[in-house]
């Protein structure tokens, strides 16, 4: 079976470098031209655990990046599209990007002889595929869903990190159908993947994914929420974290208070949910105050260390940590940039390091902060150091000899560093 990837970013690249190592013959295409260059040199245009090592396996052999759409969709039996979406400013989903590929697949459809099977990866609000996406797609290619191509929805539920792990076991596959057997052929091309398949409707995929996002996001601003809470009583809230996990109903995962969640996903898919729920006259006060606590989150850490210290401005300060989480060097959305604002709006003077995420942190605060090349530079300086990201290599109390830390992620287990030296965001 041929596949085609529309959009070459976490999602595109992994999926399509996963179908590679399965065997599929995989053309990605995307209109960056660079990133297109990187890949077909077998070079990760991103951080991400085992993507470069099957890129040299594959590229070259079942696996290529290509600019042209056209050529990519006109060979495939199976064409994902993958590409971003984003938010606008009030929250809504922003659906440009997806419609120029959607536009970009139909032109190139045109001239496809055969069936074929176009997939929609991106995650995209519920009703958004059969009501936007499939009439664009039948008025640009001049073809008719059923007779000329068949269309599906199938989420991804990757974790930047950790994605290729995911793609290759993942927990689940959600395939949406247009009529009960459009799908068909993606079954086939998940047959050997060990996992549970669940088909429904176009919407109830869409929904499917939202949800677990969102889910997700609330988990963690309810234990954050809890954490507040448990700072008041100077109670160790991963204790209690702990304590409720030993119920088989509620789980340990994603019960990690900290400073909220960041990343491309989390947070702008529950601003999406909430806009479009109001948009269809539902006011979701739960998915509004899962927002409005992680808005507050990170600032709070900021708070502790001034109620601690008392002025932060004209401070050294060390930032431990920039990407969203570890393992990756996104910093879209990530935590540390409102921290980081916050230290600089209070006048406090600033440093920071990250293993993974220098690039992008100098193309957000540029000359505002100082940049050091690993974690004792950063720290050798600076008075106060707020630990952002949980890099294993922070957990280091040597590091922080004579230093008061601020921990916005739990990096020491109790009794590791003294409570004097280290404050926690919320514990
Ligand atoms: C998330 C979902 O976990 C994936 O299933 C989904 O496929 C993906 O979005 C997507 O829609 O593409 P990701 O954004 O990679 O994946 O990150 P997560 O691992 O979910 O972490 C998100 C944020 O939550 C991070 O900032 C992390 O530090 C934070 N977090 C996570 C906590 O603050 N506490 C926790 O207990 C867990």
């Known amino acids: 079976m041929r596949v085609a990837i529309i959009g070459a970013g976490y999602v595109g690249l992994v999926t399509g470098t996963g179908l590679a190592s399965r065997g599929y013959d995989v053309s990605l295409a995307d209109i960056?031209?660079?990133?297109?260059?990187m890949i077909n040199q077998s070079r990760a245009p991103f951080h991400e655990a085992g993507l470069e090592p099957l890129l040299q396996k594959l590229v070259g052999k079942n696996l290529r990046a290509t600019v042209e759409t056209n050529k990519a969709v006109t060979t495939a039996d199976v064409v994902f599209i993958c590409?971003?979406?984003?938010?606008?400013?009030?929250?809504?989903?922003?659906?440009?990007?997806?419609k120029q590929a959607v536009t970009s697949v139909g032109k190139a459809l045109k001239n496809r002889e055969g069936h074929s099977?176009?997939?929609?990866?991106?995650?995209?609000?519920?009703?958004?595929?059969?009501k936007v996406l499939l009439p664009l797609l039948e008025k640009t290619s001049g073809k008719k869903e059923g007779e000329d191509f068949r269309i599906a929805v199938n989420p991804e539920f990757l974790r930047e990190g950790r994605a290729v792990e995911d793609f290759l076991n993942p927990d689940r596959i959600v395939i949406g159908e247009l009529e009960n057997d459009s799908g068909d052929v993606l079954c086939q091309l998940y047959q050997d993947f060990n996992a549970p398949v669940l088909r429904v409707d176009l919407m109830?995929?869409?929904?499917?994914?939202?949800?677990?996002?969102v889910f997700l996001a609330t988990k963690i601003s309810f234990i954050n929420e809890i954490g507040n809470i448990c700072k008041k009583l100077g109670i160790d809230t991963y204790k209690v974290a702990q304590g409720m996990s030993l119920d088989s109903r509620i789980s340990p995962h994603f019960l990690s208070a900290g400073i909220g969640f960041g990343g491309s996903c989390l947070p702008k898919d529950t601003k999406a949910l909430v806009s479009a729920a109001q948009e269809w006259g539902y006011q979701p006060s739960l998915l509004q105050s899962v927002i409005k606590v992680n808005d507050e989150q990170p600032l709070r850490l900021v708070e502790v260390a001034a109620n601690s210290v008392r002025e932060l401005s004209q401070r050294k300060v060390a930032v431990l940590g920039l990407a969203f989480k570890p393992g990756t060097d996104d910093m879209r959305d990530a935590p540390a940039i409102k921290i980081i604002n916050e230290l600089l709006r209070r006048g406090a003077l600033v440093t920071a390091y990250d293993?993974?995420?220098?690039?992008?942190?100098r193309g957000i605060f540029g000359k505002q902060i100082e940049y050091a090349s690993n974690a004792e530079d950063a720290v050798s300086d600076a008075e106060l150091v707020f630990i952002?990201?949980?890099?294993?290599?922070?957990?280091?109390?040597?590091?922080?000899?004579g230093k008061k830390v601020?921990?916005?992620?739990?990096?020491?287990s109790p009794g590791q560093i003294s409570n004097s030296d280290c404050e926690g965001v919320c514990w």
Request: aromatic share 10%; charged share 20%.
């Open 32 to 37: 960056d031209a660079q990133k297109v260059a």
């Open 83 to 98: 590409v971003q979406t984003y938010c606008q400013d009030d929250g809504a989903i922003d659906l440009t990007h997806i």
């Open 117 to 130: 099977l176009v997939i929609i990866k991106s995650t995209v609000i519920p009703g958004t595929t059969e």
């Open 204 to 213: 109830t995929a869409e929904m499917i994914k939202y949800a677990s996002n």
């Open 355 to 361: 293993p993974v995420a220098m690039d992008n942190a």
């Open 388 to 401: 952002v990201t949980e890099w294993t290599e922070f957990n280091n109390p040597a590091l922080y000899r």
């Open 406 to 412: 601020f921990c916005g992620r739990r990096v020491f």
